[in-house]
């Protein structure tokens, strides 16, 4: 079993940047998804163990970048040019299936962290 630990989320105005992090010891595939309230969780982003893999969901393309140091077993997630209707709980998740950047199926789940965006 994994442990995911999320952290830097937090409060900020529409058009700011935050950097989320994810600490996962192990080698896996890493991806960022979201949640708001009433709706469905969502893909955000994801990226292979070694790197050279990324994808992203359309309505964060070209403002979120995902990344990680595995010298410092974390993934990072950059989100710029952030809007209100980015706010959510957003969670990361890991897979045993280090070489893919998949959009689903990820077997260990980290306990969120907030994120909202105000206008």
């Known amino acids: 079993q994994v442990q995911l630990v999320e952290s830097g989320g937090g409060l900020v105005q529409a058009g700011g940047s935050l950097r989320l992090s994810c600490a996962a010891s192990?080698?896996?595939?890493m991806g960022w998804f979201r949640q708001a309230p009433g709706k469905e969780r969502e893909f955000v982003a994801a990226?292979?163990?070694?790197?050279?893999?990324?994808n992203y969901a359309d309505s964060v393309l070209g403002r979120f970048t995902i990344s990680r140091d595995n010298d410092k077993n974390t993934v990072y997630l950059q989100m710029n040019s952030l809007k209100p209707e980015d706010t959510a709980v957003y969670y990361c998740?890991?897979?045993?299936?280090?070489?893919?950047?998949?959009?689903?199926?990820?077997?260990?789940w980290g306990q969120g962290t907030q994120v909202t965006v105000t206008s």
């Open positions: 998740a890991a897979d045993r299936s280090i070489s893919t950047a998949k959009r689903s199926g990820y077997e260990y």
């Open positions: 192990g080698r896996y595939a």
């Open positions: 990226i292979s163990w070694s790197g050279g893999t990324t």
